[in-house]
């Protein structure tokens, strides 16, 4: 079901967010001139890795060449391959929805002729550093490069764990630490085990905890280490800040994770639903062994089974990490615990893939009551990406030195007074619990999320002879709405999973298809602030005995752009009808006047969610499809609804 929107208009978004936020600018003073050599009782210095220079044993000598960055490319390797739409999943396709269809086939540039997996290069250890091989319990050691202030000392350390390697240009780790170091901390990056230069069997999860620990421990053995250490990163390297936490060493007195939860299955899977575009991407490029990867052509999405995906483009490997999660047997140490004993500043983007997942690490742990916990909600991705203007383009920080200056600045600054604090003891640090970014707003503050100032506000999905409906009136009729879920023919992922607001997607191309309900409300006349969760509390039934049901929430302006601001997948069992109700997150975003909210129901979202087959076979090795018969109960005693939570200074009327 389509609903008609107004042309007439040519109004877009109101995306204005200042790209480059910095909170203030604080330089630590230099110590007192002293020796900043190291004192390395547990570790070998290694040399710098040069032609000639020799191999220190027990660290990889690493491939010399050019390392590209993934936010580079990210522009470069989406486009849409028509024949390989139609030929792989065999069916007619919308013509608007492959045109604007940006993230379902990639196409990676590098440099190779041959189609297939290509190794990466690793990058020179920087000049700044001093590497080092630092032995963990089990005899294994790993790679660290340690970066100094250039005079005083001791120093305050702030440490990095992380897979995508410590020297190239996809975490930019040689400037962060640059960064710090001109604030007066040392900071201290690793290899984690398993990955590029470090030594040991590939284990994602496994083994970060105890290697947290022995890492602690090694640094406040050095004689440049004033004895306090915190930790900082994104995604898997903020995870490690969790897994170092978890193990309780006492020298660790703050962390700052970003865009990260605590429980990994917060990322594979949503509601039961198995995330497979994060998950095959992330495990193609990362956990293969101990390199980093490249596809020269495209992931064929089209080959079933679909355990078969990754491992085609490998030429056979499949990543063990990818297998046990599509299954859901993610390693038990991937799900860590939430003591809340050390200071966090937990850092969270609107549009990240694991936002439900942060604000729930973050509730967690402040209810611990046993140190500080603090929630900062961005308007970003997972890639540090920020919501931009209409028209104002998208510039690479890595491609601009003006740039990256600016984003360091904005990215690192907030760190800076909750480090100075915890890490020293300087000052008092004053921030809310909650400090939260209302779209194109200023910041929020608050002591809870949501704010307490906020309320739920239903809108009740309803039938029409133009199509669905979103009314705050309640129809006491019971009616029904059905579509056929044919998973040789999904309805595509239109957004990218990692950086969506790279290149916001227009959303329209999926309302046109049959297999898609959709329900619009009538333009806005005053704001609406949506500032916590939304969900969508719905009965269904299926001719499977179990099915899929995704669900996204989108802003449509008055030219009929759609902009999606949350979304949300669940997996649904009988017996029929069931009820079920999709979490769709959180998010702070203002619906401006003439605006329309849309919600969009269906059973697929490929390739960004797994599949369901139409029978009781595991969606991760079937080669069995079925199409199947879905229906939606609208209205009634137990009627279909969406349920946001908005501010109640807003004003909100329909």
Same mark, same amino acid.
């Given at each position: ?116 997996? %290509?190794?990466?290069? =690793? ?24 970066? @100094? ?38 900071? %201290? ?47 898997? =390297?903020?995870?490690?800040? /969790? ?38 991407? /992330? ?128 990215? @690192? ?105 959709? =329900? ?135």
């Amino acid at each position: 079901m389509h609903v008609a929107v107004d042309q007439s208009r040519h109004e877009r978004f109101p995306c204005q967010i200042d790209h480059h936020r910095a909170v203030r600018s604080t330089v630590a003073s230099s110590a007192d001139a002293g020796d900043s050599a190291a004192v390395d009782q547990h570790a070998d210095m290694v040399p710098d890795r040069r032609p000639g220079s020799v191999e220190q044993p027990g660290i990889r000598q690493p491939q010399r060449g050019l390392l590209g960055c993934r936010r580079r490319r990210e522009q470069q390797r989406r486009k849409l391959n028509l024949d390989v739409h139609q030929a792989s999943l065999g069916s007619q396709v919308h013509h608007k929805s492959v045109c604007i269809r940006k993230a379902l086939w990639y196409s990676y540039a590098v440099n190779s002729s041959a189609h297939g997996a %290509v190794r990466r290069p =690793f990058a020179d250890v920087s000049s700044q550093a001093k590497p080092y091989a630092v032995l963990m319990r089990d005899g294994i050691r790993l790679a660290t490069d340690v970066y @100094l202030p250039e005079r005083g000392g001791p120093w305050p350390v702030l440490l990095s764990r992380l897979p995508y390697d410590k020297c190239g240009d996809e975490c930019f780790m040689p400037r962060i630490a640059q960064w710090f170091t001109e604030r007066g901390y040392a900071v %201290v990056v690793q290899d984690v085990r398993g990955k590029i230069r470090s030594d040991g069997p590939l284990a994602p999860f496994a083994n970060e905890m105890l290697d947290g620990y022995d890492t602690l421990d090694w640094i406040t053995g050095q004689r440049w280490c004033a004895g306090q250490v915190g930790m900082f990163g994104d995604s898997y =390297f903020a995870w490690t800040q /969790w897994a170092a936490a978890a193990s309780q060493h006492p020298a660790l007195r703050a962390i700052a994770p970003r865009v990260v939860s605590a429980d990994f299955g917060d990322i594979v899977a949503r509601q039961g639903v198995f995330a497979l575009e994060v998950c095959a991407l /992330w495990a193609f490029e990362t956990w293969v062994d101990e390199a980093l990867y490249d596809y020269d052509g495209q992931l064929d999405w089209g080959v079933r089974p679909l355990a078969d995906v990754v491992p085609t483009a490998l030429g056979g490997r499949r990543p063990a990490f990818l297998h046990d999660a599509a299954r859901g047997n993610l390693d038990p140490a991937a799900r860590l615990p939430v003591r809340g004993d050390v200071p966090a500043l937990q850092i969270g983007g609107w549009w990240d893939i694991v936002q439900h997942g942060q604000i729930s690490t973050w509730r967690k742990s402040a209810q611990q009551h046993r140190a500080p916990q603090f929630l900062v909600m961005d308007a970003t991705d997972h890639g540090w990406t920020y919501l931009r203007a209409p028209g104002e383009p998208y510039v690479d920080p890595r491609a601009d030195p003006a740039a990256m200056r600016q984003f360091l600045d904005a990215y @690192l600054e907030p760190m800076v007074p909750f480090f100075d604090h915890f890490l020293e003891g300087h000052g008092s640090y004053h921030a809310p619990p909650v400090r939260w970014m209302l779209t194109h707003d200023t910041w929020h503050e608050s002591q809870t999320w949501p704010p307490p100032e906020s309320t739920s506000m239903v809108w009740y999905l309803d039938g029409g002879s133009s199509g669905g409906s979103l009314t705050t009136t309640e129809n006491p009729v019971e009616r029904h709405a059905g579509w056929l879920h044919d998973p040789g023919d999904p309805v595509p992922s239109l957004s990218h999973a990692y950086h969506p607001l790279i290149e916001p997607a227009d959303e329209n191309a999926t309302a046109e298809r049959d297999d898609v309900l959709v =329900f619009e409300s009538a333009p806005v006349r005053e704001p609406i602030d949506l500032a916590g969760p939304a969900d969508v509390p719905l009965r269904l039934s299926s001719s499977c005995s179990s099915t899929h049901i995704m669900a996204r929430l989108m802003d449509v302006a008055p030219d009929g752009t759609a902009f999606r601001i949350l979304d949300g997948a669940a997996y649904v069992s009988g017996p029929w009808p069931q009820a079920v109700t999709v979490e769709l997150g959180s998010t702070g975003y203002r619906v401006r006047p003439r605006h329309r909210l849309r919600l969009e129901l269906s059973s697929s979202e490929f390739p960004r969610y797994i599949l369901h087959p139409g029978t009781e076979s595991d969606p991760w090795t079937s080669q069995d499809y079925r199409a199947t018969e879905q229906k939606l109960i609208l209205g009634g005693a137990y009627p279909a609804r969406l349920r946001c939570t908005v501010l109640t200074t807003c004003g909100a009327r329909l």
